[in-house]
């Protein structure tokens, strides 16, 4: 049987060349540079279904008009520990990226600090946008909301996003402690690989255009949605990361846009909370001290694997060896480049 061939990049090599797509497909150099970047460290940490395969929804979506590529963020300033960012109908990266150093520089003085991003669109995964912070020793938490797919526990319509929650915290000895996971039962993107595979779902991910049970990823994606990940308690804290994410920032809820007059749409509109906190004003230095100690003794009772420890795998591996693409898609993106 063979297999495709595939290619290695290192990821300097993948990050230029997507932010060339980026840029030739309409967005500026600075928000081409941030979105580059995610997705470049996304393929390389192995989050297949937030790496390249997001790139063809990225360009729809500007083709269509419903992103701003150009959109330059507006960062408000507006208490002690809060700050407000208008994403400008842009990417929410750029919103981050703009507002990033008086968010570290509040949280440092304060203890903590707020970050609301509203009027934005985000599409990748959110670990990225967490882990940089554990990694200068703060702790971190973000959640966003995003376009209507999943049923609420007892409802019998779709309603909320796959609402993804983030955390990193700063780990002595070792990488930060680092989850993202959906409130949803599987990640949308995951649902999308498996139907381009031809895959089959595990059961209790999602439902039909009829409101059935269905194990098939295309009956999802064809009028179907997502079921939350443990009943009842999946779906309060989606409940959670709409009022967060939305009702406190002044973003959309995810039941509130409408892109139907925009083909080719796909990035949702809506809106991120990023809370920091500064743990040395808690423990002085011994909080990371504190993290290892509590990842020594989950270990000790049986648990081989942590939160984030395939990314940082793979990670090692692809600094190592190169990020492999299919020498197929790699020639896809080449194209996109200079189309």
Not at 3 to 27: D, K, N, V, Y
Not at 107 to 112: E, K, M
Not at 162 to 167: K, L
Request: a negative charge; glycine letters at 10%; hydrophobic letters at 45%.
């Amino acid at each position: 049987m063979s297999h495709p061939a595939t290619s290695s990049l290192t990821l300097g090599e993948l990050t230029a060349l997507l932010q060339q797509i980026f840029e030739r497909h309409g967005t500026s150099a600075a928000v081409a540079q941030v979105l580059a970047d995610n997705c470049a460290r996304a393929q390389r940490d192995g989050s297949y279904s937030h790496g390249v395969f997001r790139i063809p929804g990225y360009l729809s979506s500007l083709a269509s008009n419903w992103v701003d590529g150009q959109a330059v963020p507006v960062v408000e300033d507006v208490a002690s520990g809060f700050i407000r960012v208008d994403a400008a109908n842009g990417f929410a990266q750029p919103a981050l990226a703009a507002a990033r150093g008086l968010l570290v520089e509040k949280a440092r003085s304060a203890g903590i600090a707020v970050l609301a991003i509203r009027n934005s669109h985000h599409f990748a995964a959110l670990w990225p946008d967490v882990e940089p912070f554990a990694e200068e020793g703060l702790v971190a938490l973000s959640v966003v909301n995003s376009m209507t797919c999943v049923v609420p526990h007892g409802a019998s319509k779709p309603l909320f996003g796959t609402n993804p929650i983030a955390f990193a915290a700063p780990r002595a000895g070792g990488a930060p402690i680092v989850f993202d996971l959906a409130t949803s039962a599987i990640a949308h993107g995951d649902v999308q690989i498996a139907a381009r595979k031809g895959h089959m779902l595990p059961a209790g991910m999602g439902v039909d255009k009829h409101g059935e049970a269905t194990e098939n990823p295309q009956d999802i994606l064809s009028g179907g949605a997502l079921l939350p990940f443990g009943g009842h308690k999946g779906s309060a804290l989606s409940m959670m990361v709409e009022l967060l994410a939305a009702a406190l920032t002044g973003g959309n809820f995810s039941f509130e846009f409408d892109w139907s007059k925009h083909p080719g749409a796909q990035t949702p509109w809506t809106g991120q909370l990023l809370i920091v906190i500064d743990p040395s004003k808690s423990g002085g230095n011994s909080f990371a001290l504190r993290s290892a100690e509590l990842v020594c003794q989950m270990h000790a009772v049986g648990l081989e694997r942590m939160p984030g420890d395939r990314r940082f795998i793979e990670r090692a591996k692809s600094l190592s060896d190169g990020i492999p693409l299919a020498s197929d898609e790699l020639a896809k993106l080449r194209a996109l480049a200079h189309s």
